[in-house]
């Protein structure tokens, strides 16, 4: 193997789990929290009252998967497309209602968690995660066992970062300095 394929195959195994763990976490969260997404779903005004049911529990049923596909290594191709194209269906949802006006309403990326209301940056974010997503997919031959386990490890561990730094406190100049704006 050469050096360009084992980088490769690490930045694939890192997208892999950086994705794989968002979709998991998303997927879980909405077969938990089903009335809250049921409800997010609905406020998209998008898809037939009747369908509602079944749409939302079929997207956390698929998130699971598409994420236990990209953590596992089994089935990377497959994963990373349907991450892809979930992450455009998304930004198209989001698409729609911001033209419509309606950014007061809740991105529904993670029910229960405080989550995000709706903008042309989150549609735009969205859009670009379907890039790692597809790495995956397009990188060749799958990594070495141990490539994947690090780089599905690292990428965990970004997200958590990700996590992280998305609930801490802003913390302007004037507030480090004790100061009010």
Not at 33 to 62: I, M, N, Q
């Amino acid at each position: 193997m050469n050096a360009a394929s084992l980088v490769m195959g690490g930045v694939s195994a890192l997208c892999a789990g950086g994705v794989g763990i968002m979709f998991l976490v998303a997927g879980v969260s909405k077969l938990r929290e089903h009335d809250l997404f049921l409800g997010t779903l609905s406020s998209y005004r998008l898809l037939p009252a009747w369908s509602l049911e079944a749409v939302a529990w079929g997207l956390g049923v698929t998130e699971v998967l598409v994420g236990l596909m990209l953590l596992s290594g089994v089935g990377l191709g497959v994963g990373g497309v349907v991450a892809a194209g979930l992450m455009v269906v998304f930004a198209l949802a989001m698409g729609i209602n911001v033209m419509r006006g309606r950014t007061d309403l809740s991105c529904g990326c993670t029910p229960g968690q405080k989550g995000e209301t709706l903008s042309w940056s989150l549609v735009l974010r969205t859009l670009v995660c379907g890039v790692p997503a597809l790495l995956p997919a397009v990188a060749g031959a799958a990594p070495s066992v141990s490539v994947q386990l690090e780089g599905v490890a690292c990428g965990v561990a970004l997200w958590v970062l990700w996590q992280a730094l998305r609930v801490l406190p802003d913390m302007s100049l004037s507030d480090a300095t004790g100061e009010r704006a």
